[in-house]
């Protein structure tokens, strides 16, 4: 069983920056495509950046230019840096894996999340 957990929340002032990460772990498993997405209370949970082992990273429209994604695959590990803060982007993030365990059965993970608060 593939398992996520995300470190790096926290308060920060308008403008500042935070930079997330997210440790994948567990046994046999390959990770093909990981990705960050974020939810406000009472708002459908929404999409923010993806990086696949192989193949061009993606992003929203307004995490692009302030938001980079990257991974290290030796780790497990993916990043998300945000920069230029703003109070809009606070939000619980979430961590999101997809790949194969055992070389045969697909999986979908999601971490518990890690609050990012944006307030002076």
């Known amino acids: 069983q593939v398992q996520l957990v995300e470190s790096g929340g926290g308060t920060v002032a308008p403008g500042g920056s935070l930079t997330l990460s997210c440790v994948a772990s567990?046994?046999?498993?390959?990770?093909?495509?990981q990705s960050w997405y974020r939810q406000v209370a009472g708002k459908e949970r929404e999409f923010v950046a993806q990086?696949?082992?192989?193949?061009?990273?993606d992003y929203a429209d307004f995490a692009r230019g302030r938001f980079t994604i990257w991974q290290d695959t030796g780790k497990n590990t993916v990043y998300l840096q945000m920069n230029n803060l703003e109070p809009e982007d606070t939000a619980v993030y979430y961590c999101?894996?997809?790949?194969?365990?055992?070389?045969?059965?697909?999986?979908?993970?999601w971490g518990q999340g890690t609050l990012v608060t944006v307030s002076s």
């Open positions: 990086i696949p082992t192989m193949g061009p990273m």
């Open positions: 999101n894996a997809e790949g194969v365990v055992d070389r045969i059965s697909p999986y979908k993970v």
């Open positions: 567990g046994d046999a498993f390959t990770i093909v495509t």
